[in-house]
């Protein structure tokens, strides 16, 4: 059981027209931090975990700007050469172009420098998920063991919000600069999010079972400090989904007056 009061909780089953307008199959979570109030739909699966993916790279910047392995957002990683299929990726990389351009290498590189000891005590001291990174310390998130819940994600952020998490407030404050999504600039509120696609660059799954799995996460915060998380959580089955992410978390929002 979840923490909090049932009551606390809304069911939204209206927001399922959202994902068939989309064409997918998810969940999304929503919670209001001024009215500690959940509003979701599919609770079982908000509730449910999943392998993080990209997700972790909120986790892992935390980890590499504490432990020194990279010592602010703008220090340069070099590109091996090594061509992954995405020219955003191919070519050298700072924290927070790596953070925007979801650059797997440039965090793989990170995770093997940070290595498995102090990656393990940091994952446990944040209760993060359900802290098991067996599967390589360059893979855990990918296609390990970690796995972590729509409302673990919700919770992890509300800690980063508040400057809750056993991480310096330079580490935390530089991590919450590099997830500011500039779409929101000026708006009179500000988005920190980070996508996820377990499975990316395979074969999209077909079935019952995909075999990839699509996350937004995030946060919106007004100007008048109201705060709202999101957890978007869905089966991947065409190249398409990927931006179907952007547009149900967004129709969802604008529902609830999140954002314009």
Do not use: C
């Not at 923490?3 to 199959?25: C, I, M, T, Y």
């Not at 050469?81 to 790596?98: C, E, S, Y």
């Not at 991590?175 to 929101?184: C, D, P, R």
């Amino acid at each position: 059981m979840s923490e909090g009061n049932v009551a606390n909780w809304s069911l939204k089953p209206d927001w399922q027209r959202h994902f068939r307008a989309a064409g997918v199959n998810g969940s999304f979570l929503l919670y209001d931090l001024k009215n500690g109030r959940y509003h979701v739909f599919d609770r079982e699966r908000a509730q449910r975990r999943f392998l993080p993916a990209s997700t972790f790279k909120f986790f892992n910047s935390l980890v590499a700007l504490e432990t020194g392995v990279i010592p602010n957002e703008k220090q340069v990683l070099r590109w091996d050469g090594v061509d992954r299929g995405n020219p955003d990726w191919n070519q050298d990389q700072d924290l927070r172009r790596a953070f925007q351009r979801s650059t797997v290498w440039f965090y793989q590189e990170l995770a093997r420098r940070i290595g498995p000891e102090r990656m393990r005590r940091y994952v446990r001291a944040a209760n993060y998920g359900n802290g098991d990174i067996g599967g390589g310390i360059d893979r855990f998130w990918l296609d390990g063991a970690l796995r972590i819940s729509s409302e673990e994600q919700i919770r992890f952020l509300v800690r980063l919000h508040r400057n809750d998490l056993p991480f310096s407030p330079r580490a935390i404050n530089l991590v919450k600069q590099i997830a500011v999504n500039a779409e929101h600039s000026g708006r009179g509120y500000v988005t920190r999010a980070k996508t996820g696609w377990v499975g990316y660059g395979s074969e999209p799954g077909n079935g019952a079972s995909p075999a990839q799995i699509g996350w937004w996460v995030g946060y919106v915060v007004r100007r008048n400090g109201d705060a709202h998380f999101f957890a978007l959580n869905i089966d991947m089955r065409k190249p398409a989904d990927g931006a179907a992410r952007f547009r149900v978390t967004k129709n969802i929002l604008r529902d609830m007056n999140v954002i314009d």
